[in-house]
C-alpha cells in the first residue's frame, strides 16, 4: 500500500512538472481571422491633450494616441506620417513633433502574432500659445491628420468552369449558369474593400468585375502623394486606387482600367470604383474552386479634430 501512495504521488508531482514547464510558441498563435472590419488607423486625443482651454504664454502639448486596426502591414514596413493644422500660425510659437512627424515602421495590423495591432503615441509640443491681434480670446479648431499607406488583400473563393454550356452530364463541384455568378464580400481589414465579384465565362476568356468601395470614414488619395499629403494636394490626386488581380493559372489579366500607377481605378463621389478583368482559361477542361486574389493599393487620410479656447490673460 505504501509503495502504491509513493507511486501515486510521483505520477501527480510528474503531471504538475508538465504543466508548468515550457509552453509550444505555437499554443499562443491566434488562428481568428484579422482581414475583417473597415478601419486603417485609429486616432484619439489623450486627456486634456490639448486641454479645452490654456491660458496665453503657457505652454501647450497636443498627443495623439495611433493605433492600427487593420491587418496591414504584417512586416516592420509601414509607411504614414502626421500633420497637425487648423490654427493662426502666429499662435503657436516653439512647436515640435517629439521624433519627427512620421510614424513607426513597426506600426503593424492585427495579426496572428499581433490581435490588437499596433500602438504608437505622438507628442506636439508648443513652447507658447498666444491669441492673435492680442485679442481677448482665441478658439481654433486643431486638427491631426494621419496620411498612410495600405493595402487590402481580397481571396474570394470561386468557381472555374471551363466548359459550363457542355452538353457531357459531368457531375460538376460548382457550375456558372448563362446569367454568370455574383461573389458577395464582407470587409477585409482595411478602409477600402472588395465588395463584390462578378464572373462570367465566353469561348475563350474567363471574365472578372471587380467592385471596389472606400468603407472608412475618410480620405483615398493617390498612393505617390507621400510628401504632399494632406495639404499640398491637388483633384487629381483623391480617389485613386491601384488593383492586381491574378489567379493561380493566370497572373497576368487584360484588365480596364488597367489598375496600375498610369491607368488607376477611380473612384466616384460616393466611393465607389469597377475594375474588368479577362483571364485566359486553364488547360484543364472539368471544374474546380480556386482562390481569385485581388490587391488593393492606395494611400489613406483619417483626421480628428477638437475646438480649444485660448484666453489671453495678459491684455
Given at each position: 500500500?505504501?509503495?502504491?501512495?509513493?507511486?501515486?504521488?510521483?505520477?501527480?508531482?510528474?503531471?504538475?512538472?508538465?504543466?508548468?514547464?515550457?509552453?509550444?510558441?505555437?499554443?499562443?498563435?491566434?488562428?481568428?481571422?484579422?482581414?475583417?472590419?473597415?478601419?486603417?488607423?485609429?486616432?484619439?486625443?489623450?486627456?486634456?491633450?490639448?486641454?479645452?482651454?490654456?491660458?496665453?504664454?503657457?505652454?501647450?502639448?497636443?498627443?495623439?494616441?495611433?493605433?492600427?486596426a487593420g491587418a496591414y502591414p504584417t512586416?516592420?514596413?509601414?509607411?504614414?506620417?502626421?500633420?497637425?493644422?487648423?490654427?493662426?500660425?502666429?499662435?503657436?510659437?516653439?512647436?515640435?513633433?517629439?521624433?519627427?512627424?512620421?510614424?513607426?515602421?513597426?506600426?503593424?495590423?492585427?495579426?496572428?502574432?499581433?490581435?490588437?495591432?499596433?500602438?504608437?503615441?505622438?507628442?506636439?509640443?508648443?513652447?507658447?500659445v498666444l491669441t492673435p491681434f492680442n485679442?481677448?480670446?482665441?478658439?481654433?479648431?486643431?486638427?491631426?491628420?494621419?496620411?498612410?499607406?495600405?493595402?487590402?488583400?481580397?481571396?474570394?473563393?470561386?468557381?472555374?468552369?471551363?466548359?459550363?454550356?457542355?452538353?457531357?452530364?459531368?457531375?460538376?463541384?460548382?457550375?456558372?449558369?448563362?446569367?454568370?455568378?455574383?461573389?458577395?464580400?464582407?470587409?477585409?481589414?482595411?478602409?477600402?474593400?472588395?465588395?463584390?465579384?462578378?464572373?462570367?465565362?465566353?469561348?475563350?476568356?474567363?471574365?472578372?468585375?471587380?467592385?471596389?468601395?472606400?468603407?472608412?470614414?475618410?480620405?483615398?488619395?493617390?498612393?505617390?502623394?507621400?510628401?504632399?499629403?494632406?495639404?499640398?494636394?491637388?483633384?487629381?490626386?483623391?480617389?485613386?486606387?491601384?488593383?492586381?488581380?491574378?489567379?493561380?493559372?493566370?497572373?497576368?489579366?487584360?484588365?480596364?482600367?488597367?489598375?496600375?500607377?498610369?491607368?488607376?481605378?477611380?473612384?466616384?463621389?460616393?466611393?465607389?470604383?469597377?475594375?474588368?478583368?479577362?483571364?485566359?482559361?486553364?488547360?484543364?477542361?472539368?471544374?474546380?474552386?480556386?482562390?481569385?486574389?485581388?490587391?488593393?493599393?492606395?494611400?489613406?487620410?483619417?483626421?480628428?479634430?477638437?475646438?480649444?479656447?485660448?484666453?489671453?490673460?495678459?491684455?
Amino acid at each position: 500500500m505504501k509503495k502504491l501512495r509513493i507511486a501515486a504521488i510521483l505520477v501527480i508531482m510528474v503531471f504538475i512538472a508538465s504543466s508548468c514547464g515550457p509552453r509550444n510558441s505555437g499554443e499562443d498563435i491566434s488562428e481568428e481571422d484579422y482581414r475583417t472590419g473597415t478601419k486603417g488607423l485609429e486616432l484619439k486625443f489623450m486627456r486634456n491633450s490639448p486641454p479645452d482651454k490654456v491660458y496665453s504664454n503657457n505652454e501647450m502639448d497636443i498627443i495623439v494616441e495611433v493605433r492600427n486596426a487593420g491587418a496591414y502591414p504584417t512586416t516592420d514596413s509601414f509607411d504614414g506620417k502626421l500633420k497637425i493644422y487648423g490654427f493662426e500660425e502666429k499662435a503657436f510659437s516653439g512647436e515640435r513633433w517629439d521624433g519627427g512627424n512620421f510614424l513607426s515602421p513597426t506600426l503593424q495590423g492585427r495579426s496572428q502574432f499581433s490581435p490588437r495591432g499596433g500602438r504608437e503615441t505622438k507628442r506636439y509640443h508648443i513652447d507658447r500659445v498666444l491669441t492673435p491681434f492680442n485679442s481677448e480670446f482665441y478658439e481654433p479648431t486643431i486638427v491631426v491628420a494621419a496620411c498612410y499607406k495600405y493595402q487590402t488583400i481580397a481571396e474570394p473563393l470561386v468557381c472555374i468552369d471551363p466548359e459550363p454550356y457542355s452538353v457531357f452530364d459531368e457531375e460538376k463541384v460548382c457550375t456558372i449558369n448563362q446569367a454568370g455568378k455574383t461573389y458577395s464580400m464582407s470587409s477585409q481589414g482595411a478602409p477600402v474593400a472588395v465588395t463584390k465579384v462578378t464572373e462570367e465565362i465566353s469561348s475563350r476568356n474567363i471574365h472578372f468585375g471587380i467592385h471596389i468601395k472606400n468603407v472608412g470614414d475618410g480620405k483615398v488619395v493617390d498612393e505617390n502623394v507621400r510628401n504632399d499629403c494632406p495639404l499640398d494636394m491637388d483633384y487629381n490626386d483623391v480617389d485613386k486606387v491601384l488593383v492586381k488581380a491574378k489567379l493561380p493559372f493566370d497572373a497576368s489579366p487584360n484588365c480596364q482600367p488597367k489598375g496600375d500607377y498610369r491607368d488607376p481605378v477611380r473612384l466616384d463621389d460616393n466611393g465607389n470604383g469597377f475594375i474588368f478583368c479577362t483571364f485566359k482559361k486553364p488547360a484543364s477542361k472539368s471544374a474546380f474552386e480556386t482562390i481569385l486574389q485581388v490587391q488593393l493599393d492606395y494611400r489613406y487620410l483619417d483626421w480628428i479634430e477638437k475646438e480649444i479656447r485660448i484666453v489671453n490673460i495678459d491684455r
